[in-house]
């Protein structure tokens, strides 16, 4: 079982950055797919970026251009960079790991756009 732990969330006003960290149990490297996810209120969950073990990284329209997922393979972390941002990133975000046929998620952590 892959645990997954977010942190780096808060208040940021729009145009501002904020970089999100998820701290994994196992091995990133070995892990086939790490991802981000978010979920507004009222709204679905949605996929924000997906960086697989191999291949490209896939990163949502809405997000293009303005987020970033990275790897620290030594610290077992995977991190989304977020520049320029808009009130309608608010939300949820959420980490995510695909390993083995099954799909583990983090607690969560809160960003909220607002000036």
């Known amino acids: 079982q892959v645990q997954l732990v977010e942190s780096g969330g808060g208040l940021v006003q729009p145009g501002g950055s904020l970089n999100l960290s998820c701290a994994a149990s196992?091995?990133?490297?070995?892990?086939?797919?790490m991802g981000w996810y978010r979920q507004a209120p009222g709204k679905q969950r949605e996929l924000v970026a997906r960086?697989?073990?191999?291949?490209?990284?896939i990163y949502a329209d809405s997000v293009r251009d303005r987020f970033i997922v990275s790897v620290d393979n030594a610290k077992n972390t995977v991190y989304l960079h977020m520049n320029n941002l808009k009130p309608e990133d608010t939300a949820v975000y959420y980490c995510?790991?695909?390993?083995?046929?099954?799909?583990?998620w983090g607690q969560g952590t809160q960003v909220t756009v607002s000036s």
């Open positions: 960086r697989p073990r191999y291949g490209s990284r």
């Open positions: 196992e091995n990133i490297f070995s892990i086939n797919v």
């Open positions: 995510n790991a695909e390993q083995r046929g099954y799909n583990y």
